[in-house]
């Protein structure tokens, strides 16, 4: 959505599952693929796009995913990491690639953003169309909490969020 609504030309969304890739298409993106129909994630993207991307947003927390995030760049292209891997994690990447291409790496943590800003905006677009949150969460009572993590870890739910009765707080 955020591509989308930045302009972005091409946005592609790579998944799992087929129900992520189909909301990501019905949220702004251009094309989706399915890492098992294709016989290279990298060189599909490549192909699509007629060399690369400026920008990929890594959110697995998978390293090899994220390896991946950095191949697909163009030159002077940036990746940035959102998705927490185990503590410990390690990728690898070819530092000479990075450096001749003047690619870069960044790790994002809750967004970077200005909260007194980011949310005003996030408001104003929620408002206008732009930024329906509500399509991504699912309600969970407190008491459905092993339910919550279950569908969160099986990809069923983007966003889990738990519901407490004031008799449970």
């Given at each position: 959505?955020?591509?989308?609504?930045?302009?972005?030309?091409?946005?592609?969304?790579?998944?799992?599952?087929?129900?992520?890739?189909?909301?990501?298409?019905?949220?702004?993106?251009?094309?989706?693929?399915?890492?098992n129909?294709?016989?290279?994630?990298?060189?599909?993207?490549?192909?699509?796009?007629?060399?690369?991307?400026q920008?990929?947003?890594?959110?697995?927390?998978?390293?090899?995913?994220?390896?991946?995030?950095?191949?697909?760049?163009t030159?002077?292209?940036?990746?940035?990491?959102?998705?927490?891997?185990?503590?410990?994690?390690?990728a690898s990447y070819?530092?000479?690639?990075?450096?001749?291409?003047?690619?870069?790496?960044?790790?994002?943590?809750?967004?970077?953003?200005?909260?007194?800003?980011?949310?005003?905006?996030?408001?104003?677009?929620?408002?206008?169309?732009e930024f329906?949150?509500?399509?991504?969460?699912?309600y969970?009572?407190?008491?459905?909490?092993?339910?919550?993590?279950?569908?969160?870890e099986?990809?069923?739910t983007?966003?889990?969020?738990?519901?407490?009765?004031?008799?449970?707080a």
């Open positions: 959505m955020a591509a989308n609504v930045e302009g972005c030309t091409d946005i592609i969304a790579v998944d799992l599952k087929d129900s992520r890739r189909e909301k990501a298409l019905e949220l702004g993106a251009t094309a989706a693929i399915d890492p129909n294709v016989d290279d994630v990298v060189e599909t993207i490549r192909e699509q796009t007629d060399g690369g991307v920008y990929a947003l890594e959110t697995t927390g998978v390293p090899d995913v994220a390896e991946q995030a950095v191949d697909v760049l030159q002077r292209g940036t990746t940035g990491i959102v998705g927490a891997p185990p503590l410990g994690s390690e070819d530092i000479n690639d990075l450096l001749i291409n003047g690619r870069e790496i960044v790790g994002i943590v809750e967004g970077d953003a200005q909260p007194t800003q980011f949310i005003p905006t996030l408001i104003d677009l929620y408002q206008q169309g329906p949150f509500d399509e991504l969460v699912t969970y009572d407190f008491a459905d909490i092993e339910q919550a993590v279950a569908d969160s099986a990809g069923e983007i966003k889990p969020i738990l519901r407490m009765d004031h008799d449970e």
